[in-house]
C-alpha cells in the first residue's frame, strides 16, 4: 500500500496534461487513516433540501410488497435517490454522488436541467394533454427541429412512449413496406422487452419463452470478443450468408446499434455497417438504427452513433436522451416508407404529448446551446485515455472501449482467456458507491462497466471518477 501511494505521488508531475502518461491520482484528494489517499469529488453550488419522505427500508419493503418481483437493484445496500442536479445525485441523507450512469444513458442534459424543467412546467401550465386528434404546436414544433438533425430525407416523425415502441413500430413497417417478414439482428443485441423487439433481442437472460418468429441473428461484430477481430467486413459476409440460406432471398429489414448498450458498450468494427447495409439493400430489406442509447450527441464524434460508419438507414429510432428522462419516443424515416401506415388505423394515445414534446425541444435546444456534443467528444476522449492508462496499471482490465460519453470498460480474471470477472466487478461497483460514484454494468457476463452520464460531465469529474476506480482496484 505504501507503494501505491508513493506511486501517485511521484506522478503529480504534470498531473494537467491531456494525455499524461503517468497520472494517477488528481490533486483533489484527501485523506483517511494511515496516510491513505481517498478521491475527493470535485465542489458544486448545491445543497438538497432536507428529505422528509419515508427511507430506504421503507420503500424497500413496499417494492417487495407491492411491485413486480422482476424489478431488481444495484449495491448490496440499495440507495435512496431523492434529489438531482446537473451530473450528481443525492440520497435521503443530502449526500452527493456523481452519476456515471446518467439514469441508463438517459438523462443527457443534467439533472432538473433548469431549461427542461421549465420548459414542461410551462407546457403543464398550459395543456397536460389532449390528444393528436386535435392540432397543437408542440408536436409540430419538436418534429420539425428533431428532422432537421436527420441525414437525408429522414423527415417523418412518429412519436411514442419508450425504445421498445419505437423499435416494435420500426420493424413493423419494415415488414409492410417490404412484404416480408424475415428480420436479421445481431447476437448480444437489445432492442426492447415486446414481442417483435424480444425476438430481435439476442441474449437469453432478456428473453422469455414466448412465440418469437422471423428473426435472424448474425454473427457479432465485437473487435474485443469477435472471431475477427475489428475487420467489420469479415463479420458482415454472416449478412449475406443468413439472407442465401435462412430466407427466400428476400428480407424485411436489419437492426442494429453502432455502441450496442445493454450488451456491454461495444462498437461494432469498423466498416461493418456499409457492407451489412449493402447486403441487406441488395435483399429488398430497410435499414433499422436503433439510436435509442448512442444517439442525441452521446458519442461526441456524431450527433448519432450511425453517422462514424458513413451510413445513412432508411429508419432511425431513438428514446431515453430525446427527452433527459421524460417518457418520450419516436421513429424517424423517409416520406415514402412512411406512408405504409396509412394502410390501416394506427394510434398511439400519449405519443406526441405536449408535454413530453416540449421537453424534447427544450432537450435540442439545451444540446446546441451548451455545446454537450463537443463536450462529450473532450472530456469522453480524456476519460477514455484516463482508463486506458488504468488498464496498463491493472491486468484485471481487458478493454477499454466506446466513444464521446457512451464508454465501456470490461473486467476480466484472465486476459489471454478473457475470463469475466463478474464478482470483482460487483465488487469494484458496490467501493466506488461508497466513494461517491455510480456506474452501471452490463454485457452478458456482467462484467462491463457502463460509463454514460450526463453529456455536462467535467474533466474534473473524469478524473475523480478514474481515481476512485483506481483507489478501489488497488486495494483488491
Known sequence: MQRFIAKRLLSRTNSDSFLSPARCFSQLAQKENNDVLLPKMPPFDYS???????????????????????????????????DGRMQYLFDENGRRYLDAFGGIATVCCGHCHPDVVESILNQVKRLQHSTVLYLNHAIADFAEALASKMPGNLKVVFFTNSGTEANELAMMIARLYTGCNDIISLRN?????????????????????????????????????????????????????????????HVAGFISEAIQGVGGIVELAPGYLPAAYKSIKKAGGLCIADEVQAGFARTGSDFWGFEAQGVVPDIVTMAKGIGNGIPLGAVVTTPEIAEVLTRRSYFNTFGGNPVCTAAGLAVLKVIEKEKLQENALVVGSYLKQRLIELREKYEIIGDVRGRGLMLGVELVTDRQEKTPAKAETL???????????????????GNVFRITPPLCFTKEDADFFVDAMDYTMSKM
Open 48 to 82: 438538497p433540501p432536507p428529505y422528509t419522505g419515508p427511507s430506504a427500508d421503507e420503500i424497500l419493503a413496499k417494492r417487495k410488497e407491492f411491485l413486480s418481483p422482476s424489478l431488481f437493484h444495484f449495491y448490496k445496500n440499495p440507495l435512496n435517490i431523492v
Open 189 to 249: 443485441a437489445y432492442h426492447g422487452n415486446a414481442a417483435g423487439t424480444m425476438g430481435a433481442t439476442a441474449q437469453s437472460i432478456w428473453k422469455f419463452n414466448v412465440i418469437q418468429s422471423g428473426v435472424h441473428h448474425a454473427l457479432n461484430p465485437d473487435p474485443y470478443r469477435g472471431v475477427f477481430g475489428s475487420d467489420g467486413e469479415k463479420y458482415a459476409k454472416d449478412i449475406q450468408d443468413i439472407i442465401d440460406f435462412g430466407t427466400t432471398g
Open 427 to 445: 465488487h469494484v461497483m458496490d467501493e466506488m458507491k461508497d466513494i461517491g460514484v455510480l456506474v452501471g454494468k452490463g454485457g452478458f457476463y
